[in-house]
């Protein structure tokens, strides 16, 4: 017969195993109707807010809801605020992994998003940028960091091969540090690739984000000889339409080009005519009837703003989320790192196709490039470039 003691032990035994089979389950919750959960390390606040996509992706999660959800099971978004600050990301991240999440999305640029990723190592866990282009996210953090948009140098990449089939031979870069690696490697990338195809960088010069002021720059420029034909700056607004509205003050005609950076109303708003024929590589273009167009009405219906193209990312985010959790057939934060890897020709709302196997975190899809005529965005082409050089930061 059993002593009480022994009793006591078997049932200790039975209550450890217990305990690390749970907790080996980790947020797979297999079986369950439980909603898997999303994190999201945003930018909802400061300079970077415009570049992210909180209500693109709660839409996309709305609409995947309807349509009965993932295995069965519900999404639920979890979204914490990193205001734009890199300080902020390591903390929201421990944040988002205390509510059991299933992968993180990432914030819109690699300084911000990094502190996320590195957090999120820890727990095997993945994080998604939804809409930062720099590829150095990638390259520092090998083993969980995914981009949903293409690499910097492949946007800068298709910009200077669209300025250089316009006949532009000679360009000028405009370098700044104080945007993360944005500012560097699209410079670095649009003169790499107009000096591959035959074109010649006359100049460069650095310029400081927030400043506002462009006027030694702009006189650079001016005594440049020869005044290039195309100037390149890759920033954000207002700065881009303020560097505009400057250099066609000074009498500068340079075409102007960018990348995704140029793609928000207020480049318009703030640049006025002085953007006007202004040329940049981007993410994707709302075609009548096409299904970014769709995305976009039907998000605004059900009452999410739609701002830019970036809210559009918010969905193809979402696309690829729901790829990889079925195609890990599980929630389980390590079992749906690993099924990401490997996803290949995920269709999205802004990019038909987008794929991830043998890619190192950034995914290969089509680059459009837009042009501003009289006073609106307009499709110009969609584009693969030719030659995509090297990242240099």
């Known amino acids: 017969m059993k002593t009480r003691r022994h009793r006591f032990q078997t049932l200790m035994v039975f209550t450890i195993v217990l305990s690390v089979v749970v907790a080996a389950c980790g947020n797979d919750d297999e079986g369950s109707d439980e909603p898997i959960k999303i994190g999201y390390a945003a930018a909802v606040t400061g300079e970077l807010a415009p570049y992210d996509s909180p209500d693109g992706v709660q839409c996309a999660i709305d609409r995947v809801n309807e349509d009965g959800g993932v295995l069965g099971r519900q999404l ?217 167009e769709e995305f976009f009405d039907d998000c605004q219906e059900r009452g999410y703003d739609v701002r830019n193209i970036f809210t559009g990312m918010g969905g193809d985010a979402v696309a690829v989320v729901v790829a990889a959790i079925e195609g890990a057939d599980s929630a389980d934060s390590a079992e749906v790192l690993d099924a990401l890897k490997g996803l290949e020709e995920v269709e999205g709302v802004v990019s038909s196709s987008i794929t991830y196997k043998d890619q190192g975190g950034v995914p290969l899809r089509n680059i459009a490039v837009v042009q501003v005529v009289e006073g609106e965005f307009a499709l110009d082409e969609y584009v693969i470039p030719s030659y995509v050089p090297e990242p240099r930061s």
């Open 76 to 292: 639920e978004l979890i979204v914490r605020d990193v205001a734009s600050d890199p300080v902020q990301g390591g903390t929201v991240a421990e944040e988002l992994l205390d509510e059991g999440v299933t992968i993180i999305l990432g914030p819109p640029t690699d300084d911000t998003a990094l502190p996320v990723a590195q957090v999120a190592a820890e727990e095997d866990t993945a994080v998604l940028t939804v809409t930062a282009t720099q590829p150095n996210f990638a390259i520092s953090a090998p083993g969980n960091g995914f981009m949903t948009a293409y690499g910097d140098n492949s946007s800068a990449a298709a910009a200077a091969e669209h300025a250089y089939d316009q006949g532009y031979r000679s360009a000028w870069l405009m370098v700044t540090r104080d945007i993360g690696s944005y500012g560097i490697v699209t410079a670095n990338a649009f003169g790499d690739t107009f000096a591959e195809l035959g074109g010649e960088v006359v100049g460069e010069s650095n310029w400081e984000y927030g400043v506002g002021d462009f006027s030694s720059q702009i006189t650079e420029i001016a005594a440049s000889d020869p005044v290039p034909d195309v100037v390149f700056l890759g920033g954000p607004v207002p700065d881009n339409a303020t560097f505009a509205r400057q250099m066609r003050d000074a009498g500068v005609e340079a075409a102007y080009y960018g990348t995704d950076g140029f793609d928000d109303p207020a480049f318009i708003e703030v640049g006025e005519e002085a953007v006007e024929g202004a040329s940049f590589a981007t993410l994707g273009f709302p075609e009548p009837g096409g299904d970014l």
